[in-house]
């Protein structure tokens, strides 16, 4: 079955400090893996996604599969990275590809 | 962006009432998807739907069911609410091709707040 963990609820940060978001998950297959951002008043967006292996507003997140982890970093957080992030992982339900998210993690980055 | 909209935005209902969630997009999606969000449990799926004909549950359907009016449109209705039922509940539109990354991007609506009471 899958499954995505995100141990913590709460990170707090000082800006200018680097950030580390922790994801770690089960699949069996061959896993495809999400993080997407809330902002405070607006929709769930998706942040970045582990195949296109990008940078997004100086987040990276790089897929581990020995460890089966997917963690967000950011060398130096931002206030406006205040925000509620969640990681997901794309696995099969009922036959087809659905998103399964983790619990999310709320990150204040202190001024 | 309001390409994924939801109505109502808050609503307040008593327990035992029927009541429905609208969600329509002008993404020109094929596939739609409802989520209930609670605090410390994550989003979980409800219900999807891949074409008008097609609608399948999710994780947590008991107690809900959902209706494809058109491709543009998909109604989660609560046909006797209850107070767990309480949540935040998202609207969610994909493409039926991938994405450049070979990847399904969801796209979501503002939410609706639900309360019953």
């Known amino acids: 079955a899958q499954r995505v963990t995100q141990p913590e609820k709460l990170l707090s940060v000082f800006k200018g400090a680097p950030v580390e978001l922790k994801c770690n998950y089960s699949?069996?297959?061959?896993?495809?893996l999400f993080w997407y951002v809330q902002y405070s008043r607006q929709r769930l967006q998706l942040l970045l996604r582990h195949i296109s292996r990008e940078s997004i507003k100086g987040f990276t997140a790089d897929l581990n599969k020995g460890e089966t982890s997917f963690h967000l970093k950011k060398p130096f957080a931002q206030e406006e990275d205040s925000a509620m992030y969640y990681c997901a992982l794309s696995g099969r339900l009922g036959g087809a590809n659905n998103l399964f998210f983790g619990t999310g993690t709320r990150l204040t980055v202190i001024p | 962006d309001a390409d994924v909209t939801q109505t109502p935005r808050n609503r307040i209902t008593k327990t035992g009432k029927r009541i429905m969630l609208e969600c329509s997009q002008t993404k020109g999606h094929d596939r739609m998807y409802w989520y209930r969000q609670d605090p410390g449990l994550g989003l979980r799926l409800i219900y999807y739907s891949f074409d008008v004909k097609d609608i399948n549950k999710g994780e947590i359907s008991d107690g809900y069911s959902v209706s494809r009016q058109a491709q543009a449109k998909f109604s989660l209705s609560l046909e006797s609410a209850i107070p767990n039922q309480t949540a935040l509940y998202f609207c969610a539109t994909s493409d039926t091709r991938q994405g450049p990354s070979g990847s399904y991007e969801q796209y979501f609506g503002p939410g609706t707040r639900l309360t019953v009471t």
């Open positions: 699949y069996s297959g061959s896993p495809e």
